[in-house]
């Protein structure tokens, strides 16, 4: 499997393969400490869920206390760095899910997302949703972020990492492994689309079968139908035999369709056919054969888009995207920075056989990574996401061959700061603009990872959960917006509302599901079918 894929396998996992779905979990925040680097590496990724904070309560962060969890199960530990000053750090919690940092008292210099912090610092609940690095002492890096607590899963996927963003997608992979459907994954350039889409295969019935990869953006126009569905002897100039394509050879097992974006529109037309009747046909020959083949399908092109500029067929996009796993940007898993740098790390380090500096300390005992070079990277964007984080460690790695201490090297900065390439025809994402484009300008849709929850929550407050409007305000189309509702756990689903409730809700508002929907902070639609449901209406 190509080693530059992004989300990354986690080699020290040992996977337990379960394709029992989940039931629904309540969710909620929790402001959370993560050790995103340390002396000792192995400690990254260990974490402090805290509680206290909820309860009214503060909580003291020193070089003994709080225990800090293992990512497996083990001894709670405080950060034990003696470069930290037994007096503590407070954590005070504040109004609105606000967190007050108070440095006064303590000896350890404290820098909070790179500034220095000697007193009292309010952070405000947005900004513990997006998360604030902790430096302290220039040794240990923490991220202080409001995570989502959910009952664990043994289920790991060989992916790196347990933010929020990364358990919903094992859950995604569970809820969908052992079932026959089509999936579409989507997300940006980056993210990691083949590692979920050889999860899939792996954790369901299929795994003992062929796993086959095809990228779409990448077989010359003239081949594809020949390389997805084969061709008869004879069939073209150069078809000296009968040769199988991707759909017979993953005969039984998994097809995924990279850069499913780029297909060719008369493969569209044969994908479709192929999905919809389990037949395929050979270029050349005269009768279709049918394949049991479950595909997975992945793209970072706005289908949306794509269909309404007639560059993809819509009935293939509903199609494809029977399932839809929406995969998160890194910016969206800050919690895994450390544990994916580490990752990175061990893998360039292993190959110059030097994986040992990160093990035994320098000749003054410190540690080969300095935790100022990891909170540098951490306030970056990463618009290349896991990928391009991947290359940066590389570089930062070979630069620092041989130095007793990993050093930055000046190209970085050049790394970080490179646009990635612009895009043509349907592939280009445009921003969304600023008002609705007119008639004359044609549809112009977002891409759903775009869509950041406040922004989601708040358009359809706004819009009183009218999904019509809320689809426009947002610029992304009404299939997109139910998606994003559905994935998003701070949307209210109707099928949650009791009878209690929407009995209430009939009495206060005289049965306007308008404004019914408003107040219960549902779709009409929805609305409207939960009380059907519960014979209501």
């Keep these: 499997m190509p080693q530059d894929d992004a989300i990354s396998r986690d080699p020290l996992r040992t996977e337990t393969r379960s394709v029992t779905a989940r039931q629904p979990t309540t969710r909620i925040k929790v402001p959370t400490l993560t050790i995103l680097c340390h002396p000792d590496p192995a400690r990254v990724g260990e974490r402090k869920v805290l509680t206290e904070l909820l309860d009214g ?186 040769r199988d394509g991707c759909f017979q050879r993953a005969r039984g097992g998994t097809l995924f369709l990279d850069e499913i974006g780029n297909a060719p529109a008369e493969v569209q037309v044969a994908l479709l056919r192929a999905l919809e009747t389990g037949e395929v046909r050979k270029v050349g020959a005269e009768r279709s054969e049918k394949v049991d083949v479950r595909v997975i399908a992945a793209t970072d092109v706005n289908l949306e888009a794509a269909a309404e500029a007639g560059e993809f067929r819509f009935p293939l996009l509903h199609r494809l995207s029977n399932y839809t796993i929406f995969l998160p940007p890194l910016d969206q898993r800050r919690e895994d920075f450390g544990r994916l740098f580490f990752h990175f790390l061990r893998e360039v380090l292993r190959s110059m056989d030097e994986e040992w500096r990160l093990r035994d300390p320098g000749p003054d005992g410190r540690p080969w990574v300095p935790a100022a070079i990891v909170d540098r990277l951490l306030a970056y964007e990463w618009p290349g996401n896991v990928r391009q984080l991947r290359n940066v460690v590389r570089q930062l790695a070979v630069a620092s061959r041989g130095c007793d201490e990993m050093e930055w090297d000046p190209d970085v900065d050049r790394l970080l700061i490179a646009e990635p390439p612009q895009r043509s025809g349907a592939e280009r994402v445009d921003p969304a603009p600023a008002t609705p484009a007119s008639q004359d300008d044609g549809p112009r849709f977002r891409n759903p990872w775009d869509v950041g929850e406040e922004e989601l929550v708040a358009a359809l407050r706004d819009e009183k959960w009218n999904v019509t409007h809320a689809a426009r305000r947002l610029h992304v189309s009404r299939t997109t917006l139910n998606k994003l509702m559905e994935e998003c756990p701070r949307v209210r689903k109707a099928r949650d509302l009791s009878r209690e409730e929407l009995a209430a809700a009939m009495d206060r508002f005289a049965g306007d599901l308008d404004a019914m929907a408003a107040a219960l902070e549902v779709s009409r639609r929805g609305l409207v079918l939960r009380m059907k449901a519960l014979g209501l209406r």
């Design 57 to 242: 309560k503060a909580v003291e962060l020193s070089r003994l206390e709080p225990g800090f969890a293992p990512i497996e199960r083990g001894v709670l530990r405080g950060l034990e760095e003696p470069r930290l000053s037994r007096t503590p750090i407070r954590l005070d919690p504040a109004p609105a899910g606000a967190v007050v940092l108070d440095a006064s008292a303590t000896r350890t210099p404290v820098l909070l997302d790179g500034e220095v912090v000697e007193s009292s610092r309010k952070l405000a609940g947005s900004q513990l949703d997006r998360g604030v690095a902790l430096l302290l002492a220039n040794r240990i890096l923490l991220l202080l972020r409001s995570t989502e607590q959910a009952a664990p899963i043994t289920f790991h996927g060989g992916l790196v990492g347990e933010s929020t963003a990364i358990v919903r997608i094992r859950e995604r992979i569970l809820q969908v492994a052992d079932l026959d459907l089509p999936v579409l994954l989507r997300g940006a350039s980056g993210t990691g689309k083949e590692l979920v889409a050889r999860a899939i295969h792996e954790a369901g019935p299929r795994s003992s079968r062929s796993y086959v990869k095809v990228n779409m953006g990448s077989i010359p126009r003239e081949l594809a139908s020949s390389e997805l569905f084969g061709a008869e002897k004879g069939a073209y100039t150069g078809a000296l035999k009968t």
